[in-house]
């Protein structure tokens, strides 16, 4: 079992930054892959980055490829999500998420990951 809280959330204008942050629990958080995921209202939930768990793998989508920046501590069980230049179509909820690394799919697909965090919004205003 693994219980995720994500945090940093909030408003900011675009051009902005924001750091998000999900820390898990449990003490295999490096045997997992982690995610962030997002859901804007009336859309359906969209993957943003992953990273495998020794973070030799790094993936993005193209919507936030060269702005986005995941990055986890295995030491303090944490998953962060930087994002720098800000976009109104950013605003979304955030959802951190975790896979174990045994699970066969694709690190890109929601229904691949078995642990959800509540969410923290995060709205960029134009």
């Known amino acids: 079992q693994v219980q995720l809280v994500e945090s940093g959330g909030g408003l900011v204008q675009a051009g902005g930054s924001l750091r998000l942050s999900c820390a898990a629990s449990?003490?295999?958080?490096?045997?997992?892959?982690m995610g962030w995921f997002r859901q804007a209202p009336g859309k359906e939930r969209e993957f943003v980055a992953a990273?495998?768990?020794?973070?030799?793998?790094?993936y993005y989508s193209d919507s936030v490829n060269g702005r986005f920046t995941i990055s986890r501590d295995n030491a303090q069980n944490t998953v962060y999500l930087q994002m720098d230049s800000l976009k109104p179509e950013d605003t979304a909820s955030y959802y951190c998420?975790?896979?174990?690394?045994?699970?066969?799919?694709?690190?890109?697909?929601?229904?691949?990951?078995?642990?959800w965090g509540q969410g923290t919004q995060v709205t960029v205003s134009s």
């Open positions: 998420a975790a896979k174990a690394e045994t699970i066969q799919g694709s690190d890109y697909y929601f229904r691949n990951y078995a642990y």
């Open positions: 449990g003490r295999t958080f490096s045997r997992y892959v």
């Open positions: 990273i495998r768990p020794t973070g030799g793998s790094i």
